[in-house]
C-alpha cells in the first residue's frame, strides 16, 4: 500500500522506459512505483492520500539554487 497517490498528471522521469507516465505511488517520502493511472490506483489504500492531478506536471525535486531545463 502507498500513503500518496499522484495520478492523472504528466510526469517527468528522464527515464526512457516510462516516456509518458501519468501516475505515482509514494510511501514514506519514497517513490514506490510510476506508470498508468489504472496501474497506480491499485496501490492505493484506505488510508491513501488519493490526488487528482488534473492534467498538471509533476517534475523531480531540485534541491539547487537554480536551474536550467
Request: hydrophobic letters at 45%; proline letters at 6%; zero cysteines.
Amino acid at each position: 500500500m502507498s500513503d500518496l497517490i499522484l495520478f492523472n498528471g504528466k510526469l517527468w522521469t528522464q527515464d526512457p522506459r516510462f516516456p509518458h507516465p501519468t501516475a505515482l505511488a509514494m510511501q514514506a517520502g519514497r517513490i514506490l512505483a510510476v506508470g498508468s493511472d489504472d496501474d497506480i490506483l491499485a496501490f492505493a489504500g484506505s488510508r491513501s492520500q488519493v490526488i487528482d492531478l488534473d492534467g498538471r506536471r509533476v517534475l523531480p525535486g531540485l534541491v539547487d539554487a537554480h536551474f536550467h531545463f
